[in-house]
């Protein structure tokens, strides 16, 4: 079973810079099957990146998603401060079916 | 806009069984995969269980399978989540999410907590 390790744990930032999220997969990961979400406190997690690079419906473009085989970048160009969040990569494989979650990169307004 | 609502939740002693609702409207729930994810308190998500659109194939997490038994009614717009042999482990937030096809989820409900404790 694949695991997902986010790096780094917590990343410090300030509004307007660039942050850079990293996932990386034990086994090759179907790009198709790659997404990103943000988490809030308090709130349900929210879809932003599927398919390894496609942003969901009424996601900003500031947020972009790459990468492919077994590590995938989340990029924010120029954050804002409601992008102060938590953000977790998840996987999908099919045999059997397993929905994977990483551990989760908290960026934190420095 | 989707809408998922999460009911059931609350205090339930070691051993004991709960049943978790998820409503939902304002798409067509009969034809979507529906998910429940959990997270502890302070800790990050996990899959729980995945039903497909007519309830004809379910899937579990190790940690729940032969504990959990998801379910749907799709007359009813509701998909459940049938919880027994609960464990101090088990406590969490619990949501229910719509499958987006691309194994990724596109809609949450706000979630349901379940505290697991004697």
């Known amino acids: 079973e694949s695991v997902l390790t986010q790096s780094p744990g917590t990343l410090s930032l300030s509004p307007g810079e660039r942050a850079t999220l990293s996932c990386r997969a034990s086994q090759s990961v179907s790009s198709s099957y790659l997404a990103w979400y943000q988490q809030k406190p308090g709130q349900a997690p929210r879809l932003l990146i599927y398919?390894?690079?496609s942003r969901a419906t009424g996601i900003p473009d500031r947020f972009s998603g790459s990468g492919s085989g077994t590590d995938f970048t989340l990029t924010i160009s120029r954050l804002e401060p409601e992008d102060f969040a938590v953000y977790y990569c998840q996987q999908y494989g099919s045999s059997p079916p397993r929905y994977t979650f990483g551990q989760g990169t908290k960026l934190e307004i420095k | 806009e989707v809408h998922l609502v999460e009911s059931g939740g609350g205090l339930v002693q070691p051993g004991g069984s709960l049943r978790l609702s998820c409503a939902a409207s304002?798409?067509?729930?009969?034809?979507?995969?529906m998910h429940w994810v959990r997270q502890a308190p302070g800790k990050g998500l996990v899959w729980v269980s995945r039903?497909?659109?007519?309830?004809?194939?379910?899937a579990y997490a190790d940690s729940v399978k032969g504990r959990f038994t998801i379910s749907r009614d799709n007359a009813k717009n509701t998909l459940y989540l049938q919880m027994s042999s609960l464990r101090a482990e088990d406590t969490a937030v619990y949501y229910c999410?719509?499958?987006?096809?691309?194994?990724?989820?596109?809609?949450w409900g706000q979630g349901t907590l379940v505290t697991v404790s004697s």
């Open positions: 999410a719509r499958d987006a096809t691309h194994g990724d989820f596109d809609y």
């Open positions: 039903i497909t659109s007519d309830g004809s194939s379910t």
């Open positions: 304002r798409f067509t729930f009969s034809s979507s995969w």
């Open positions: 398919g390894a690079s």
